[in-house]
Structures are given as C-alpha cells and as structure tokens.
C-alpha cells in the first residue's frame, strides 16, 4: 500500500514553454502533498504544500506564478513550470500524507527530471 | 526554527559489517518525529525508520535501528551486516511543528566496499 506515483519520469523541453508533472496517490486518498526539488548530491527542498481543495502553501524565495501547483482531488496533484529556462533544469519529487496512514507519514513518488534546453 | 545535521558527507563500510550515521536535530517541540531515509542511485525516496519522540525504545527494523537520545537531540542510525544494496545516500528528517513538514538533513553517501 501507500504507492505515489509520478508522471512523467523524465521531460525535455525548449525554453519557455511550459510542462506539467502530475503526482498521484494510487492507493490512499491524500489530504496533503508536498512538492520538493533537490539539485545534484544535495538534500531536498521543499517548494510548496498542497492540500486537496485549498490553495498551495509556498516556501520562502519559490515563486508561485513560476510554479503552479493544482491539487483538486484527494489523489491528484500537478506541478507546472511555467516559462521554463535553463535554470528550472532539476529533479522534482512529490510526496503525499493520508489522513489513515502512519501519522506524519510522507509516500514518496518517483521523481521527475526536468532538463530545459 | 527546527534543523537537523548530518555532520558526515560519505561513509564508508565492508560489507557485512556494522556503520552507524549521525544526525543531530535541534527543536523546541515536544511531540515530533524523526525519520530516516535512504535514496539510492533510483532517486526514489524510501522510508528505512521512524521513531515518535514519545517512545523511549530505540526503533528497530531487521537490520537498521535507531539510538535516539532525546535530551542531547541525536539520532543515528546503525546498520547491521550491510549488503551491497544498502549503497545510497541516507537522510535524516525531522516532522513536528504545526504542519509536521519535514526538515532535512543534508544526507550521508554510504559506500559499501565488497
């Protein structure tokens, strides 16, 4: 149980078009979900919080209008980069927190590589 | 604000034997939860231990387990027999607070020597 997943796994795009990552919750009914993006040989950072029905909670310094994030169902959250450049290149990895699950817990998708030409 | 340290970039062990990573964590909380995680070459997250804050007894699972001494904000991780496929970067966390988001450490490079 407890299965994330993420789609796609990896995307090329040009710049300044835009892409859409989506994280699902197949098996559990996600009342929170967390976006993260983590650069080469570092730790994950945290860009916004998402819960289903309300608008994302966004970090210090990551730019909402960049970075729109939709969660509308207890199973679906997506991501997109809009106007995309060279410098959104990166990893970005969902996470999502069920109200039924070990409490605090967070079920980690795949993961998302993003390369922007 | 909470943070938590891993104060050691890359370690190293021979298989079959036992390595422990440290993390420190700092945090005016009473209630959390402390995490690790193992990421490996996949990228894909995977959650190795838990342990609740309330809970005196080390948390344990097979292999891996937990010395978690609350008054001075440690909790390490020790494996035990490593294998080959323990080879990831590991990552203590860190949830408590209001929102229980996770607060990371920088991550350990477990190398296992065969």
């Known amino acids: 149980g407890a299965v994330v997943s993420q789609h796609p796994s990896w995307v090329i795009c040009k710049s300044g078009t835009s892409v859409k990552i989506e994280c699902r919750s197949l098996?559990?009914?996600?009342?929170?979900m967390f976006w993260y993006r983590q650069f080469p040989k570092q730790s994950l950072m945290l860009m916004a919080t998402?819960?289903?029905?309300?608008?994302?909670?966004?970090e210090q310094g990551v730019e909402k209008d960049k970075f729109l994030i939709n969660h509308a169902s207890l199973t679906l959250s997506t991501l997109t980069v809009t106007s995309a450049h060279p410098e959104d290149s990166s990893f970005y990895i969902c996470?999502?927190?069920?109200?039924?699950?070990?409490?605090?817990?967070?079920?980690f998708g795949p993961g998302t590589r993003l390369t922007v030409l | 604000a909470q943070t938590v340290t891993q104060s050691q970039p890359e370690m190293s062990v021979q298989e079959a034997e036992t390595v422990t990573l440290s993390c420190t964590y700092d945090t005016s909380e009473s209630d959390y939860y402390l995490f690790w995680y193992k990421q490996p070459p996949s990228r894909q997250m995977i959650l190795v231990i838990r342990?609740?804050?309330?809970k005196q007894q080390n948390a344990t699972e097979n292999r891996f387990s937990v010395n978690f001494q609350k008054a001075a904000k440690s909790f390490s991780l020790k494996i035990s027999d490593s294998q080959l496929g323990d080879a990831a970067m590991y990552f203590c966390a860190y949830s408590g607070g209001s929102n229980y988001q996770l607060i990371w450490g920088a991550g350990t490079k477990l190398i296992i020597k065969p």
């Open positions: 342990q609740e804050a309330y």
């Open positions: 098996d559990f009914q996600a009342t929170t």
């Open positions: 998402s819960n289903e029905g309300s608008k994302a909670t966004y």
């Open positions: 996470s999502a927190r069920g109200r039924s699950i070990y409490n605090n817990e967070q079920f």
